[in-house]
């Protein structure tokens, strides 16, 4: 079953705001992405994490992998209207190759 | 160009009436995987393979079949549809352990 928390739900902010959105589990991950899905589309990868403690940057995303191996985080700087979409994070579980992705986070960015 | 190709786009079928779902893609990747996504329960891993005759269940194998006789497909089988597994799937490939390209996906419902 579902095993990535990730939160919020959904987030309407001003372009130009920051993002933070966030995913934590009770179990521990081998990697950690972080995808971004349009409508219609299949989701597209944002940012991979292969180490615990591990800070990446793509462009205005900032990603983590959080210490324990059990969290990380994703931050989106000065939004504009095309970051509008549905963000997700996903893990890959230590013991096989298995992943589990979090609900997703609704991003909305008003003009 | 790096594609993921899934056929077909959209699939209504009724219960019971076998199905199959292809998944091809051009990269050479070893490592492909299939996923539903349900609203509020993000995506799901159904199973995945790391290489030629090499697969593996997911999160939510049950009803579903695959295999991987080349490297290039790998193809989602419904032997008996039933209504709960009305969904959107997706496939995935990657170069080693976790998804980077998606495909469009596949909207299946089953009546």
């Known amino acids: 079953g579902q095993q990535l928390n990730q939160s919020p739900q959904s987030m309407f902010i001003q372009e130009g705001e920051d993002v933070s959105m966030n995913c934590t589990s009770s179990?521990?991950?081998?990697?950690w992405l972080w995808y971004k899905q349009d409508p219609g589309e299949g989701p597209v990868l944002l940012i991979a994490l292969y180490k615990a403690g591990e800070l990446t940057s793509n462009g205005r995303l900032t990603a983590q992998f959080g210490i324990t191996r059990k969290d990380s985080f994703l931050n989106i700087s000065a939004s504009i209207p095309s970051d509008v979409g549905i963000y997700f994070c996903?893990?890959?579980?230590?013991?096989?190759?298995?992943?589990?992705f979090g609900a997703g986070t609704r991003l909305t960015v008003k003009p | 160009e790096a594609q993921v190709t899934q056929n077909p786009r959209y699939l209504i079928t009724v219960t019971g009436k076998k199905l199959t779902v292809t998944c091809s893609q051009n990269m050479n990747h070893e490592y492909m995987s299939w996923y539903r996504q349900d609203p509020g329960l993000g995506l799901r891993q159904i199973y995945y393979?790391?290489?030629?005759?090499?697969?593996d269940k997911g999160d939510v194998p049950e009803g579903y079949k695959v295999s991987r006789k080349e490297k290039r497909n790998f193809p989602l089988i419904l032997e008996s549809p039933s209504p709960n597994q009305t969904s959107l799937y997706f496939c995935?490939?990657?170069?080693?352990?976790?998804?980077?390209?998606f495909g469009n996906g596949t909207r299946l419902t089953v009546t």
């Open positions: 393979s790391m290489n030629v005759e090499v697969t």
């Open positions: 996903a893990g890959q579980l230590t013991n096989n190759n298995d992943m589990r």
């Open positions: 179990s521990i991950f081998n990697t």
């Open positions: 995935a490939t990657g170069q080693s352990i976790g998804p980077l390209h």
